[in-house]
């Protein structure tokens, strides 16, 4: 696989498909990445002295509030990780960052993925589950013994840093894994994850893998899972988690 070329083609697509508009003091910047009810993730961001201030206009949280979401203690405890983890600040319902202003590249990317990842946990599946996917996650892997590290974050080779969920430990017979959680399995969050583990992967020791969870509770877009395989990633199911390959894959035996 010629990483570079991967990373090139996707980031000249991501360039030519990004717009802006000038509103009022802000610049209103329109991405190719597809929320949940399918409209297109939208930021605004004005300069102030030397920094970039980049906001949502509350567009994720309401959104979210919309389609019947509500902020629990337990659910506001989850934002408030991912909001940490992305480096933003939730100011009533509106979204929040600032960056200086050679920092506005790498800021913008984090901003996003806050955006996707907060859309993407949050969903409301169909069957109404209480639970987050996240959490049933880090319970089967207790259940079953399966140690790692949560949140971590890697610079790829364009700079950029990309989170991933969990992180399983090189072992004796077992490579690194890196590993994601796909709550709603559409095509932004497949684009957004391939990017990255493009990016991330070159940097990483020979070997490493990344293996995709996917909440199949949910419906899959339809070719999601073959990209995933394309670019050699290792895909489990939900539904097929104790089965003995994909059980095999996440031990450290």
Sequence with gaps: MDIQRLIDDYTSWLKSEITFDKIG????ITT????????YLQIYVKQDGNEIYFTDDSATIQGLKMGGFQLTPHRKLHLKRILCQYGVELKGDELIAKTPINRFAQKKHLFIQAMLRIDDMFAVSKSKASSFFLDDIQDFFAEHEIYYSDNV???GLSG????YDFLLQRSKTKPERLCQAVNS????????????????????RNGSQLIILLNDKNSI???????????????????????GDNLALLSAS
Excluded: C
């Design 153 to 155: 974050q890697f610079t």
């Design 160 to 163: 950029f840093s990309h989170t």
């Design 185 to 204: 399995p559409n095509k932004s969050n497949m684009g957004n994850i391939l990017f990255a583990w493009a990016d991330t992967k070159p940097a990483r």
């Design 25 to 28: 003091e802000y610049y209103e």
């Design 32 to 39: 190719p990445y597809l929320d949940n009810a399918n409209d």
């Design 221 to 243: 877009a339809k070719g999601v899972e073959e990209a995933f395989l394309n670019y050699e990633a290792k895909v489990i199911r939900w539904s097929e988690r104790n089965q």
